[in-house]
Structures are given as structure tokens and as C-alpha cells.
């Protein structure tokens, strides 16, 4: 039997085979050819995810008048996601397991104070940090890509202040072809793993229903809204009860 070794001659065991692939992915340039040539369908999406997640974070910071309104975003990739609400914030955190992205984040935002980028697993979180976040974000359907869902949002949920939100931007349903579109045009390997999650290069991306997200939520013990983005996508925003 082949037994996989990490770098240091140890063995892999499957949670850190699952994120070394994961790393090895967005590390790649993959994800960046991605974003660089999104489909119709995919832009609309990101486009009005933008614009929603404004208009939350506006409301948020006008209703809490915080001296400080510091957001987290997990998985922030290279900061693209970062730009939609720079100029609301006054300190951004940005956490992303990929080195790569790390870098690329901070190169981007290097020379602007208000803005930290950590390389940090979204699962270490109440290890990282109090809860001092007015709201935490995860967006471009990042949520999909993770296997324990409900880890991801209790994780969130330990470093959110008691009166803040979490805004969640997900695939639906009804996402199947503008995600194969959107994948297969820079010609990445895809293939159904279940009926509502792709392999893509071994990576998965799950679409969510609004019944699974109001579970989700209710798992974590936590208040949902949730607002149709485009078709194929959702904001799921989360509240402490
Ligand atoms: C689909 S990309 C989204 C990037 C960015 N938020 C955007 O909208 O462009 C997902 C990102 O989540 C990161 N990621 C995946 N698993 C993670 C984890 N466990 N902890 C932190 N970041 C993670 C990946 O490295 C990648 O940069």
C-alpha cells in the first residue's frame, strides 16, 4: 500500500490530505484564472453579492455606531472580496489558509493600516481571536468549498461581538450549469460527487437549499435571513438569538 507523506516524512491523514489539496489549489494560479475570466451568470452574482453585502454592513454599522466596526472575512482569497467594503470599515481582519493567497492579499493592501491579512484555518478561529468582530463575512460561495459546515459557522460564531451578523454568501440549487460553465471554461476537471456538490480538481463546491441553511443556523443556535443574490446564489445572514 502507497502511504502519502507530508514534507516533514510524516504520514497525511485524510483531514490533512483534504487541506493540503485544498491549499494546493488555491495556492496555484487556478483560482486566479478563474476570477479572471468569470461567466455572465458567475459576474452577476459576485456583482450583486457586492452590492448586498454593502448594504448590510452600511445598516449594521449605523444601527451598532461602533468607535471601531472591525470585519473578519474568512477565506478572502487574494482581497478581491476584501474591496467590496474597505471604505466602510475602520480594521479588517482577512484570514486564508492558502500562503498563496495570503501573500497576494497582503502585497494588495500593503501600505494600508487598516487592513491585517493572516495566513489562519477558519477552524482555529476562537483560538486566534475574542469575539470583537462587528460582522463576519465569507464569501464567493467559500462555504461550499468546506466539509463541516456547521464547524465553519460555530467557529464564526465564537469571534462575533453578541449584537453583530455573519453574512454567508452561498451557491443555490439552481447553480449546477453556471458553476460547470464557469469551471469547465478555464477547462478544470469536473465531475458530480453528489447531487448537489461538484469535484472540481478535487476541491468540492456545494450548493446549499434554504432548507439546509435554516438547519444550519439552527444547529448553531443562531437567527437566519436569507436573500435570493441572483438565482444561483444566496446571502445568509446570521444573528445570535
Ligand atoms: C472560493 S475562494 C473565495 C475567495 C474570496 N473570498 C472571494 O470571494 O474571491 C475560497 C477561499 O477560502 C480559502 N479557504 C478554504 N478553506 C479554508 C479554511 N479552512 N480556512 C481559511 N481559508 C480557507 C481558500 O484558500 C480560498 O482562498
Redesign the pocket.
Known amino acids: 500500500m502507497v502511504k502519502l507523506l507530508q514534507k516533514d516524512g510524516n504520514p497525511i491523514c485524510s483531514k490533512e490530505r483534504q487541506i493540503s489539496r485544498?491549499t494546493e489549489f488555491?495556492d496555484g494560479d487556478k483560482?486566479e484564472l478563474l476570477?479572471a475570466n468569470e461567466t455572465p451568470a458567475i459576474h452577476n452574482y459576485h456583482s450583486q453579492e457586492h452590492l448586498c453585502i454593502r448594504q448590510h454592513l452600511n445598516e449594521l454599522k449605523k444601527r451598532l455606531k461602533p468607535k471601531e466596526f472591525i470585519i473578519l472575512d474568512?477565506?478572502?482569497?487574494n482581497g478581491?472580496?476584501i474591496e467590496y467594503f474597505i471604505d466602510i470599515a475602520d480594521k479588517i481582519e482577512g484570514?486564508?489558509?492558502?500562503k498563496a493567497?495570503e501573500e497576494r492579499a497582503k502585497q494588495r493592501f500593503s501600505g494600508n493600516p487598516k487592513v491585517i491579512i493572516k495566513q489562519?484555518?477558519?477552524?482555529d478561529l476562537s483560538k486566534k481571536y475574542p469575539a470583537i468582530f462587528d460582522a463576519v463575512v465569507c464569501?464567493?460561495?467559500?462555504m461550499g468549498?468546506?466539509k463541516d459546515q456547521i464547524g465553519l459557522i460555530t467557529q464564526a460564531k465564537s469571534v462575533l461581538r453578541p449584537d453583530g451578523i455573519m453574512l454567508f454568501s452561498v451557491y443555490s440549487e439552481h447553480a449546477r450549469d453556471a458553476q460547470i460553465e464557469w469551471y469547465s471554461s478555464i477547462g478544470l476537471a469536473i465531475s458530480d460527487r453528489t447531487c448537489d456538490t461538484l469535484n472540481v480538481e478535487d476541491q468540492i463546491s456545494k450548493r446549499f437549499t434554504r432548507q439546509e441553511l435554516g438547519q444550519l443556523a439552527k444547529q448553531a443556535g443562531m437567527e437566519i435571513t436569507i436573500e435570493p443574490l441572483t438565482e444561483i446564489g444566496y446571502l445568509a445572514i446570521l444573528r445570535n438569538k
Open positions: 485544498l488555491f483560482f476570477k474568512i477565506g478572502c482569497g478581491s472580496s484570514i486564508d489558509i492558502s493567497q489562519v484555518n477558519a477552524f464569501l464567493g460561495s467559500t468549498n468546506l
